[in-house]
């Protein structure tokens, strides 16, 4: 897509859900969609491929919730991928802090390359799992904002994430639309971890028939340290 017409439809789906982009931001937008193309045919990154979709199903998706980061919250994205929603949150939240986590090594690589040619500051991208990298010194409930667009389960997910969690912050988990079985399978996780729902908001994509729900959990309690446990245990005997 030619590059003024990439910025118009970005710019026209990013009102749509009332954000306003300076040029500066679509311009990192296009330098990374073109970075994801490129990248995607020497690793897989995504199957969405045309620049349309990657708008809507990537970038606008992404930045839906970055009405719930206010300045200076520093932003954890776990299992944040190719970057999603890390990357387009950073874009558009320049003063925040942000660490980007993903176990798989060359993801992290292609990240490293889009900060560092999008000239991003105050962000990491952290090869690891979680419960690898809460160990070190730190990072145990020292983030204001934890985000996953991971697709575990939420009593999973919720594992990994409130661990990570300040007192009074909050997890901001992007499901899918239909999610009451999984908040029923949750509810006892969200006590155990410490934390409590706070509101389930219902995002709809623009001129799409695309929605979510993003569930905000706030933290009210520390988490006990054996939380995260030991790699694969929390998917295969989820708090239940």
């Known amino acids: 897509m030619e590059k003024q017409l990439f910025k118009e439809e970005l710019e026209k789906k990013a009102r749509q859900i009332e954000i306003t982009l300076n040029e500066n931001q679509k311009d990192d937008f296009y330098k990374y969609m073109e ?4 990248w995607n045919e020497k690793i897989n990154l995504t199957a969405i491929t045309d620049p349309k979709e990657i708008i809507l199903k990537h970038f606008i998706d992404s930045i839906t919730i970055s009405k719930y980061i206010e300045k200076k919250d520093k932003v954890l994205d776990i299992g944040t991928g190719a970057g999603f929603p890390g990357i387009p949150l950073k874009i558009i939240n320049k003063e925040n802090e942000f660490t980007l986590l993903d176990s798989l090594n060359k993801r992290i690589t292609f990240l490293n390359d889009v900060i560092q040619k999008l000239n ?3 962000i990491c991208a952290i090869h690891g799992r979680a419960e690898e990298f809460i160990k070190k010194s730190g990072e145990r409930e020292s983030y204001n904002i934890v985000t996953s667009r991971a697709v575990a389960k939420l009593n999973v997910l919720l594992e990994y994430m409130l661990p990570f969690t300040k007192i009074g912050g909050r997890c901001i988990c992007m499901k899918s639309f239909e999610i009451e079985e999984e908040l ?3 509810k006892k996780a969200i006590e ?5 729902i706070e509101k389930i908001d219902i995002i709809a994509l623009p001129e799409s028939e695309i929605k979510r ?3 905000v959990i706030k933290k009210v309690k520390n988490t006990l340290d054996k939380y995260p446990r030991k790699a694969g245990t929390p998917e295969k005997e989820p708090i239940i």
């Open 184 to 186: 029923k399978e949750a």
């Open 35 to 38: 970075l994801l193309l490129e």
């Open 192 to 196: 155990i971890l410490g934390g409590e």
């Open 213 to 215: 729900k993003i569930v």
């Open 120 to 122: 991003l500051e105050k």
